[in-house]
Every structure is written in structure tokens, then in C-alpha cells.
């Protein structure tokens, strides 16, 4: 039955049972991070492992290629964060090549010192993310002291015509306070900020209190800017439901993974820094690809596969209840 389904679908494609074409990858490209963010890194931190466990420059190249051979057309480079990886400028070089479109999600720390291998590359859109316009709360939230650097990097962005989306996970007690004043950034900076609703992953601290809603967000957003706040078109495959204040340069949205998700036109793959395949953001399942690889076996029935598993909804995870008990790695591990 299976077995026939999948003869059926375009050769091309990577299809779920639901019909689902994805042609979105996001590769992970190291679980390393010059940032401690205290809602991706545990307090611990993450055991470190050998580099042979993780994909080398040429099996980054090779499973990129093969998902473009089954009509990927977006790959965007994740982590951990992707730039601290020692052949970060070869990649992005080579990777350019292939026929996608190619982007990036950083900290924003090492912007500068990549600059002109990020404007060869093609990249047109970067996402970086900031989660606070305070110095002192932004160093604490990161566990570390670049607020400036990453500042100067966005601006960097902006006066060179990037198209620079800043994610900010909102969470409660923490940086709630500061939507207005995100949304107010955007007055005259053509940057567009996404409020990100704080997920659960292994070793985050998360409960659901700590959880600042898609309509909280708007309700107080509303608050301060009333009338003037303007619903705007999403894209298809869009993850955020997007606003803009009237006569602001840039927008604002929100990205409402935990009370409202978008699984029903999700077209994403995630592929980790050690090579497995997961079909969700919140699977627990994976499919080791690397190892196949490493044997000299074809990925691409494995590939298959797992994509047709993927669950119609949330990986098949229901209730906040469920959500909270779930394990999942730590995101630094997966690729956020
Ligand atoms: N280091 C890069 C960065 O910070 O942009 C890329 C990796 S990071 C894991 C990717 C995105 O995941 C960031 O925008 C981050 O804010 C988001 N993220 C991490 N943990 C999250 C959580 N618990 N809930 C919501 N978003 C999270
Ligand atoms: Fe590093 Fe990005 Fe995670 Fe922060 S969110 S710890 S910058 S990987």
C-alpha cells in the first residue's frame, strides 16, 4: 500500500502522506555557539562530542545536493550558530552554486568578519536574532557581552539592502515589556521583527505560564499603536502572521508555534549538524542519514521515508500537556 502510494508521487518531489510537498531545507550546521541564549542552551550546557560524529565539509555538500536532486529550493543555514564553523566561508561559497535559494539565521555577531562572502554568496535574506533593545537584558538573556556588535551588524545589514528579519523570542518576565518598542524600531528601519512565542525544548525551562500568545502579543501591541496596526499578506508557507504600523518602514509579526501552529502548509525539513533528518521541529523521531551515507547507501528511500511519517500536526502532539512532558533534544542541537 505504502509501497504503491510512493510510486504514484512526482519523482521530484518529497511528499508527506498529506499531500505535503517540502522544498524548504534547513541544515544545521554546528550544535557550537558563541552565544548561550537561556531559552536554546541549558544551563549545563551540551556534552560535547567528537567531530567525526558530525558532517564534514563534503557531506554538507552532498546531502545538500541531494535534497536539491529531490526539488529542495530553499536551504537555510542554522545551528548552533552556522558561522562558527571553520569552513562557514567555503560552505557558504560552495552552497551558493547549487540552484536555491540560499539563507542564513545567526546571532549576528560575525556578520562583519563574513560580509563579503555573504554578499558573493547571493544571500539577499538574513535572519538574526535579538531579543532585546536593552544592552544589560540582551547580555543577560545570551549569557554573554556583544549587544553592540550585533547592533552595528543589523545596521550593517540594513544600509547595504539586506532584507534582515530579527527574531525575538518573547517571554514572560523577560522581555514582554518591550514589544512596543521593537515595534516602534521599525518606524524608520526597513527591518522586520518577528515575535517568536517561546517553544519547549530539552533543558529550556519552559512551562506554559512563561508562554506570551500570538493575542497577547497583538492586544498589547495594539494597545499602544490602535488603529494603526495593519494585518499585511502572508507569503505561502508562511510561519508568521504579518503586520505593519502605518507609515513604518519595516513590519512586525508573529510566530505562533505553540498556540496557533501552521502545520497544515509546512514545506520544512530539518537536517542536524550529525546528520539525521527530523520531519518536525517537535519530533522525537529521527533518521540517521550520515550513517547511510557513510556506508555508501542511497539516503533518498530514507529521506522518503521519513518525510511520509511526518504527523499532520505538531508531531502528532495535541495538548500543551503533551508538549511539556515531550523530549526533544535541546534546540542548539537541533536548528532552530
Ligand atoms: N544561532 C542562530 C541564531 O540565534 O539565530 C541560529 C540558531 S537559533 C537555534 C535559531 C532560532 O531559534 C533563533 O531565532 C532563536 O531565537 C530560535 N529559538 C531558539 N530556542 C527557541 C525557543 N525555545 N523558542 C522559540 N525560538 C527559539
Ligand atoms: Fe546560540 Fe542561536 Fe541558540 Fe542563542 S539561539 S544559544 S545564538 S544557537
Known sequence: MLIFALMELPVNNIVDQ???VHDYLRISLTERCNLRCVYCMPE????????AEFMN???????????VSLGVKKIRLTGGEPLVRSDAKILLEKLSKLPVELAITTNGILID????TIKTSGIKSINVSLDSLNKEKFNSITRRNDFDKVISNINLLLNNNFHVKVNAVVIKGVNEDELADFVRWTSDKNVHVRFIEFMPFDGNKWDFSKVISLETILAKVRKQFGEKVKRINDRKNDTSKNYSIEGFKGTF???SSVTNPFCDTCNRLRLTADGKIKNCLFSDSETDLLSAMRRGEDIVPLIREAVWHKKSVRAGITSFENLEKRKNRAMIAIGG
Open 57 to 67: 565539509t563534503s557531506e554538507v555538500l552532498k546531502m545538500a545536493e541531494t535534497f
Open 113 to 116: 568578519k563574513f560580509f563579503d
Open 18 to 20: 498529506f499531500g505535503r
Open 44 to 51: 549545563e550546557g551540551i556534552a560535547l562530542r567528537p567531530k
Open 253 to 255: 509579526a508573529i510566530i
